[in-house]
């Protein structure tokens, strides 16, 4: 099975408009509620490296580099590109 990073991100765009809130038009959750999905967990072959390279492509944000669960469960996490998709 081939790893498709930007697949793993428009997958993580849908589940994050699934659980997030509209907070003035902006979808936003914590990193908590992500880490905490079940169905994030069984989809996504990693959520805090499918969460980085989606920072680094400017489609979430978030303070810091990298999320670690426990101490950074309510750490706000916004969708800047909600209509993202992969590129076939």
Same mark, same amino acid.
């Given at each position: 099975?081939? &790893?498709? =990073?930007? *697949?793993?991100?428009?997958?993580? @765009?849908?589940?994050? +408009?699934?659980? /997030?809130? $509209?907070?003035? /038009? ?5 990193? /908590?509620?992500?880490?905490? $999905? $079940? +169905? ?7 959520? @805090? ?5 989606? *920072? +680094?492509?400017? =489609?979430?944000?978030?303070? /810091? ?5 426990? @101490?950074? $469960? +309510?750490?706000? @996490? *916004?969708?800047?590109?909600?209509? &993202?998709?992969?590129?076939?």
């Amino acid at each position: 099975m081939n &790893y498709n =990073v930007e *697949k793993e991100i428009e997958h993580f @765009v849908h589940e994050m +408009k699934r659980i /997030g809130k $509209d907070n003035n /038009g902006v979808v936003t959750c914590t990193f /908590g509620e992500l880490f905490h $999905d $079940d +169905k994030i967990q069984n989809l996504l072959e990693s959520l @805090v490296g499918t969460m980085k390279a989606a *920072k +680094k492509k400017k =489609v979430i944000d978030f303070q /810091g580099e990298l999320l670690l669960q426990g @101490v950074h $469960d +309510k750490v706000e @996490v *916004k969708l800047l590109q909600p209509e &993202y998709k992969a590129s076939q």
